[in-house]
Structure formats: structure tokens, C-alpha cells
């Protein structure tokens, strides 16, 4: 399966598709209400079709009826709006299994019209046309077609950002082929630091662009102009479309930056090593800086990239002591804290660097531990239950 994003022309004919979303906005609100009341009474959350029965009978009820307001309904498209049953479905077996499970997971929330994004069609109520034209409904809107699409098509999502741009996602059902790619040899371990992005054991450093940070002094500019405007007036949309087409621009450069990172450790090496990291810890205390690196979302892209050019990507134990464990003689040391940038082994005297030892560490555990990196699930394998 491989999906596809463009983005639509700007056009008045669009606000049909944010009317469209609105009305789905309706849709899953009334839902979660329902779903709530439903829960506080019977402790058990309503199964997806009989919500799909339910919504079916709104839309049936007549304009003048005590529940005409749900009339409307029957011009959203059918599709769209079991989807919308299907998302707060699974959003609630989710929070029931990881309750289960003992972890902490909210129920699905109401969302105001204005901030819900999307709405999903399936097998009908769109349809590709040729050059760059798609009919959704009974209009036809032009997208900017930047490339091919490969395959056929099965499902269209239309989304609105914060800007209120509209794209469209396609699923195709295009198999990547087999990956042809000469190896290079190469296997590296990387630190993930804040001072320096990547620390690699072979001397291959990556620098922490830091984009946010370069841009706060604009963002704190924005944010003023938008406190200060009357809520509810012109200048206030245009004061919080000024701030958000600048978070916007920020978040294109941190995905370029990682896209172009990918693509160049994947060429460079067969191997990559990594430490799967406590993100949520870090951002507890570093907060915004571990934020706008977004070292998660590096690497999500680095594992998609690797499965397509056949380059394997491992992970180590996110308790193994990289940073603290001599790579000379594996001496740990307990006392070393997070302002030791540089520190000397007591065992072999020798003098450290932090990252540069951690990534190095990384680098022989990678090899060293039987089973160790990511099975088929996609889940970390750590070297206690390895093997």
C-alpha cells in the first residue's frame, strides 16, 4: 500500500469541503455524547454498527421533527460517516485494552468544528479524473499532481490544516518493488544528543539544525500580535493565520531535514544502530528543545526509508548504560550525570567523551547481543528478553 498527498488548488469551490467537514464535525461529536452517556450507565462502550443504525435513523427523521437537526446528515456522504463511527470505535478498544493493560489512555473527545481536519471516502463518492482533476461529490476541484500515482486507487482522505489549505491523501494498492541496492559495507551506531542530533562511532556527526529555536524570536512576535487582538474579530483570524503559516513553515523544515537525513545514512551505511529512547522522560526535562528536534518522527522515517532500500535499522535497550559504560573496558560508571560532558574512566584512565563513548557503545551491543533490534512487529527487543 503506498499513499499519496497533494495539495488542492485554492479555490472558492472549497468551501464545499469545509462545509463537508463540519458536518462530520457534527457527526462525531453527537457520537462521543452518546457514547459517554451510553458508558456512564452501562459501563460498555456502543459496537460500531449499531452507532452506524442509529446515525442511519437520524438522517431519515424529517426537517420539522423534534430531531430535524440531524437532516443535514443526509448530505454528507454515507461512507465518510460510518468512518467517522469506525474511528470513535476503535479509539474506545483501544483505551479499553490499555486500561486493561494498566496503561493510561483517554477516551476520544469532543473536537470544535473549526479544529476537526478530515473526512475519509472509500469505494464511492469520489473518483480520479484524468490530468489533475478529482471529482469529490458532484464537483470536480483541481490538486497540484507533483508525481505519478502508482496503482488504483482505494481511498480518499481530505484534510485541512490549520491555515485552512486543503490536500488529499490517496491509498493505493502499489507494492514496493524488491530493494536493488549495492552494499556498501558500512555499519555505524549513533547517540542521539541535543547539543549535536546524531553522534556516530565512526566519526560521522550530525548537527542539531534546531529550527524552532531560530525562529522563536517570530513566534513570540506572532503570538503577541494574536494576544492582543479582540476575540471573535478579523485581525484576530488574521493575527492567528500570520502564527500558524509560521509554525507551519517550521514544521516543513524539520521534515525536509529528516527526509534528506534519511536518504543520506541509508545510502551511507547497510547497518544503522540506535538506543530506543525515553522521549516522554526527555521532554520532561528538556521539554521544548527535545520537541523541536523530533527525534521520534526521524525515526519513523529512517525505518520507512531502510525497508525500502533494504538496510536494517536496530534498536538497544533504552536501560542499557551507553553513556555511563567505558567502550574501552566496560567499566560502568555510576556516578557520571548529565552535565558531565566528558568524563575519565577510574579503571583504564581513559578520557571520554559522552556521546561519542554512547554511540560506540551502541555500535557493539548492536553486534554483540543475539536477536537484538526489531522483530516483524515493529517492537524493540531488548537484550534481557532476546533470544
Known amino acids: 500500500m503506498k499513499t499519496y498527498k497533494f495539495k488542492m488548488y485554492s479555490h472558492h469551490g472549497n468551501r464545499e469541503l469545509h462545509k463537508t467537514i463540519e458536518g462530520h464535525a457534527h457527526v462525531w461529536n453527537h457520537c462521543v455524547a452518546l457514547q459517554r452517556r451510553y458508558y456512564g450507565i452501562y459501563g460498555k462502550f456502543i459496537t460500531k454498527f449499531t452507532m452506524i443504525k442509529h446515525i ?10 423534534r430531531n430535524g ?23 474506545y478498544k483501544k483505551m479499553f485494552a490499555d486500561r486493561k493493560q494498566g496503561k493510561k489512555c483517554g477516551r476520544p473527545r469532543f473536537k470544535p468544528r473549526r479544529k476537526y481536519k478530515s473526512f475519509t471516502l472509500t ?6 479524473l484524468p490530468d ?35 490536500y488529499i491523501c490517496v491509498l493505493t494498492d502499489y507494492v ?17 544528543g541535543l547539543k549535536q542530533y546524531l553522534t556516530g562511532s565512526d566519526g560521522h556527526d550530525i548537527e542539531s539544525p534546531e529550527f524552532f529555536k531560530q525562529s522563536l524570536n517570530a513566534i513570540k512576535r506572532f503570538s503577541r500580535k494574536h494576544s492582543t487582538k479582540r476575540k471573535g474579530s478579523k485581525n484576530k483570524e488574521r493575527a492567528r493565520l500570520d502564527l500558524a503559516r509560521k509554525h507551519r513553515r517550521i514544521a516543513n523544515q524539520r521534515a525536509d531535514f529528516h527526509w534528506k537525513l534519511a536518504h543520506e545514512l541509508t545510502d551511507r551505511y547497510d547497518e544503522i544502530r540506535l538506543e530506543d529512547l525515553n522521549l ?7 521539554g521544548r528543545k527535545v520537541s523541536d528536534l523530533g527525534f521520534a518522527d526521524f525515526v519513523g522515517k529512517l525505518k520507512d526509508i531502510a525497508s525500502k532500500k533494504g538496510v536494517k535499522v536496530k534498536f538497544i535497550d533504552k536501560w ?12 560502568v560508571n555510576e556516578a557520571l550525570n548529565l552535565r558531565d560532558r566528558t568524563w575519565q574512566c577510574t579503571e583504564c584512565n581513559t578520557q571520554l567523551d559522552r ?9 557493539r551491543v548492536g553486534a554483540s547481543t543475539p536477536g537484538l533490534g526489531t522483530d516483524p512487529s515493529g517492537e524493540v527487543v531488548s537484550p534481557a528478553s532476546a533470544g
Open 69 to 91: 437537526r440531524f437532516a443535514h446528515w443526509k448530505l454528507l456522504p454515507s461512507q465518510a460517516v460510518q468512518d467517522v463511527a469506525a474511528r470513535i470505535d476503535k479509539g
Open 355 to 363: 556521546d561519542r563513548n554512547a554511540a560506540v557503545n551502541i555500535f
Open 56 to 65: 442511519t435513523k437520524l438522517k431519515k427523521l424529517p426537517p420539522w421533527s
Open 320 to 331: 542499557y548504560p551507553s553513556s555511563k559504560t567505558c567502550s574501552v573496558c566496560g567499566a
Open 123 to 128: 469505494q464511492a463518492g469520489w473518483n480520479l
Open 280 to 286: 516522554r522522560g526527555m521532554k520532561a526535562l528538556w
Open 132 to 166: 489533475n482533476r478529482i471529482q469529490i461529490g458532484k464537483r470536480v476541484y483541481r490538486y497540484f499532481k507533483s508525481r505519478e500515482i502508482l496503482g488504483t486507487p482505494k481511498r480518499c482522505t481530505v484534510k485541512r490544516d490549520a491555515l485552512g489549505d486543503v
Open 176 to 192: 514496493e518493488p524488491e530493494p536493488s541496492r549495492t552494499m556498501t559495507g558500512h555499519i555505524a551506531g549513533f547517540d542521539f
